[in-house]
């Protein structure tokens, strides 16, 4: 019965700081164990919905891949192509962030997130499909200061993430319930049963 | 010869950037992917040297573990004992930081990079063992808001080593060269060599 206090109260915590306006993408990326460390980061931020566009690769088996199952606290949508996962995102007022190094990129920390984003992540090698760019607002990277000219995917995502995380933490938005309340008694009930 | 002089400034470039205030040590982490993930993001982010203590792992096998081997620019440096790492650290006069979570931890952005600072990193399960925390300064925490309870070492490193860059960033030390004039002609002529 304490147990189930703490279990409840747990949940409760973390529903609490839930940030519905951010979300993140992930277009065709290969290896599992990324997929899962991304989710894993998600969960750590408070990201409660996590676009999976596979096009060309299989979808990921998140579930064997990662032993610390963050999927099973994240609502995962699949999309059978980047312009109905777009078009949804923005049907909700999200800006659509790629993760893409051009001319206009800006910083990863020079992102707004009080505004609703999306953060796009492409494949491992060949990165945010080319045809994709059009149906996004805005391109951004992280600095790089050394000889190689990447990152992994899931180090990458970290790092915007938690760059989200920050403005989150000092706005204050963690310390306030930012899910509707339809949604967070949604979510208890729903989550209190897993 | 075009391209010697293209390498030749791409190296002197990345050199310019290095910055020797800040380095890693990794404490027995099991997963080469995961050591080869954290050396990339040393690179990206200009640490110098990179510190291996394993005393219950073996040494990871670095170069097989990556395509994209970052350690072929990075100093990597093995020692016998944390003691050993410690007291070579102290003697150049970092502190160092745990990557560890109790009651006096700070948060990963409260890190004053201003100084010399070594982040230490442990083994994925177990952490940072728990008899070296005596040879550490102070400990630091990532902020976490959902159900999991760790992020993968890679990505809890990253996220640090960001902080860093963002702070280097911000203070224009990315624009001015922090080695010293013997170092960099140093190091200069050993990676022309590579």
Redesign the interface.
Known sequence: MIKTDERRE??ET?LK?KQPSLTVVLENIHDP?NVS?IL???????VMEVHLVYTFESFPEISKASS?S?S??MSIVKHKSFEDCSSYLKSKNFLIAASHLDIYSKTH?EIDFTENVALVFGNEQRGITEEYLRFCDFSFR???????Q???V??AA??CL?EA??QF?ISGR?DSIQLDKDVFDNKLKNWLLK
């Open positions: 747990r949940i973390v700081q164990h460390a894993r980061t998600c969960d750590a931020v408070g610390v963050a099973k606290w920390d992280i600095p790089m200061h050394g000889m190689i990447s990152l992994n899931s180090v970290a790092v938690f995380e920050k933490r963690y």
